[in-house]
C-alpha cells in the first residue's frame, strides 16, 4: 500500500496537533495584522491572537458561513491581492450572487498535493488512466481531481460531463482504470453501458471510482462495487476549502481529512458548542494553510461525525464518517448546490409569475431531476397555450441560469399550490439512495 507522503501522513498524532497549533497560531496573527474583515471580526468577538496559546482554544475565534462570501463578493474578503491569484472558482450561493474562491500559486499547489495523498490513497498511481468525468470550468471538481491525478502520475482524459456514449467508449478504447465522478453519474454511466450491451464489469479494465459532491449510501457503494467490479470511494471537499480534497483510504471506513491542510471540529448546530470525538454535528473546518481565502471556523453545513483513531492503513490523520445530511435546505441536484431561496430569487425577477412555488426532486434512471412549480400572477393568466408557453420557456431560461442545473417548470394557476402558517415546506425530495 503506497503512502504519498509518508512523512506527514503517518505523523504521530501528537505532532500533527503541534504543528497545526502552529498553523492556527500564524493564521490567526496574519489574519488579524493583515484583513480588515477578520480584524473586526476578532474585535466584535473580543478575542485577540494573543488568546490562542493551544488548539483547544480555536473555540474562542468567531465562525464563518457561506453569508460572509455573499455579503463580500465577489473577493472583498481575499487575503491575497489579485496579482499572486492565479485562478478563480465559482459556485452557488445562497441567492442572486454566487461564491467566488480565489487561489494563489501556493493555494493550488496544496490542493493538488492533498488530492495526491488521496488518490494514492485510493490505490491510484502511475500507470492508472483516469477519466475525468467532473465537470470543467467554474467548478471546482474538474480541473482539482485533473491536477491532482496528473500529480501522482496517472495518465488524465479529461472527459468532462455528458455524451455518456462517447465517455463510454473512450474508456474501453483507452483502457481507463479509474473514473472520477458524482456517484449517481456512475450509475448512469453503467446503465447506458448496459444499454449498448458493454458490461463495466468485464468489458472495460475500470478498477476504481472516485465519487463525490453529493451525498450517497454505503448500499448504493456495495451495489456498485458488485454490479460494475469496481472499488469505489468517497471523496470530500467543498469549493471554500479548494474544491474536492479528501478521500477515504484501502479502508474504505472514512474520509482521511489532512490535518496539516485543515483543521475539524463537529459543533452542535444549535448551541455552536463543540461536540466530543464521535458525535455527530455539524462539521466546521479551518483551512490552515491557504494564502487567498483562509477560512476560520467555516460552518460547512454538512453533518458527520470524525473519527481520531490512528486508521489501520497507518495514517494518523482524522476521518470524518460519510455525510449524513445538511443542517440547512441546500439540495444537491446532480453535484450541483441548490438554494431554495436561490429559486425564490430569481423568480422574484420574473413578473409573470409569483413567489409562490414548490421544488419537487426526483431520480428518473440514475439523475436527478427538479420540477418547479410556480403560480401564475393573476394577470398574466391566460387560456392562449402560445402565451402560456412563451411565461415558460422564460422562467425556465431564468431559473437555468440562475442555478446552473436544467429544471422543469410548471405553471399553476394563481392559489393553486398549498399556503403555509409559518415556515413554508418548499421541497418535496422523492430520491432513495
Ligand atoms: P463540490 O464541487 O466539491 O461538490 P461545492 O462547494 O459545490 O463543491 O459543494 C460542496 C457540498 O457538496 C458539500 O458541502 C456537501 O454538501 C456536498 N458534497 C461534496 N462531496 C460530498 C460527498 N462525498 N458526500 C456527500 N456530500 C458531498
Ligand atoms: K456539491
Ligand atoms: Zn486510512
Not at 467490479?229 to 480534497?245: D, H
Request: aromatic content about 6%.
Amino acid at each position: 500500500m503506497k503512502i504519498w507522503d509518508p512523512r506527514i501522513e503517518e505523523m504521530p498524532a501528537e505532532e500533527l496537533k503541534k504543528l497545526q497549533y502552529r498553523h492556527l497560531k500564524t493564521l490567526v496573527y496574519r489574519l488579524y495584522s493583515f484583513s480588515e474583515f477578520y480584524h473586526r471580526r476578532m474585535d466584535e468577538q473580543k478575542v485577540h491572537p494573543d488568546d490562542i496559546n493551544s488548539l483547544a482554544d480555536i473555540t474562542k475565534l468567531p465562525f464563518m458561513y457561506k453569508s460572509d462570501l455573499r455579503d463580500n463578493y465577489p473577493n472583498k474578503i481575499f487575503t491575497a491581492p489579485q496579482d499572486e491569484l492565479v485562478r478563480y472558482h465559482v459556485s452557488s450561493g445562497t441567492t442572486g450572487k454566487p461564491t467566488v474562491v480565489g487561489y494563489t500559486q501556493k493555494d493550488l499547489e496544496i490542493w493538488t498535493n492533498s488530492l495526491a495523498r488521496s488518490l494514492t490513497a485510493a490505490g491510484l498511481g502511475r500507470g492508472d488512466v483516469m477519466q475525468v468525468s467532473y465537470g470543467y470550468g467554474l467548478f471546482t471538481g474538474g480541473l482539482g481531481l485533473h491536477y491532482g491525478a496528473e500529480k501522482i502520475g496517472a495518465t488524465v482524459v479529461p472527459t468532462s460531463v455528458g455524451n455518456t456514449e462517447r465517455q463510454i467508449e473512450l474508456m474501453q478504447d483507452l483502457s481507463v482504470t479509474a473514473i472520477a465522478c458524482t456517484p449517481s453519474y456512475m450509475v448512469h454511466l453503467g446503465e447506458t453501458a448496459e444499454k449498448m450491451g458493454i458490461s463495466i464489469k468485464n468489458d472495460t479494465d475500470l478498477k476504481t471510482a472516485v465519487l463525490g459532491a453529493e451525498p450517497w449510501s454505503e448500499a448504493m457503494r456495495r451495489r456498485m462495487q458488485e454490479q460494475m467490479g469496481i472499488s469505489a470511494y468517497n471523496i470530500y471537499g467543498t469549493s471554500e476549502l479548494s474544491g474536492p480534497m479528501f478521500t477515504e483510504c484501502s479502508e474504505q471506513n472514512g474520509i482521511h481529512i489532512w490535518g496539516d491542510i485543515a483543521y475539524t471540529e463537529i459543533i452542535d448546530p444549535d448551541t455552536g458548542e463543540q461536540l466530543p470525538s464521535g458525535e455527530k454535528g455539524e462539521l466546521v473546518m479551518t483551512i490552515l494553510q491557504k494564502e487567498a481565502l483562509p477560512m476560520i471556523r467555516f460552518r460547512i453545513g454538512d453533518i458527520t461525525s470524525i473519527d481520531e483513531s490512528v486508521c489501520p492503513c497507518g495514517r494518523t490523520h482524522p476521518r470524518i464518517e460519510r455525510i449524513q445530511g445538511r443542517v440547512d435546505d441546500m439540495l444537491i441536484i446532480r453535484g450541483i448546490n441548490v438554494f431554495p431561496s436561490q429559486v425564490e430569487h430569481a423568480l422574484l425577477g420574473i413578473p409573470e409569475v409569483s413567489g409562490h412555488f414548490r421544488i419537487v426532486v426526483d431520480r428518473k434512471g440514475a439523475l436527478d431531476t427538479m420540477l418547479v412549480q410556480v403560480e401564475l400572477n393573476p394577470d398574466s393568466f391566460s387560456d392562449k397555450l402560445s402565451d402560456i408557453m412563451d411565461i415558460r420557456n422564460k422562467v425556465s431560461h431564468l431559473l437555468k441560469n440562475q442555478l446552473n442545473v436544467g429544471v422543469g417548470i410548471e405553471l399553476v394557476a394563481p392559489g393553486a399550490l398549498p399556503r403555509f402558517e409559518g415556515k413554508a415546506k418548499r421541497v418535496t425530495d422523492r430520491r432513495v439512495m
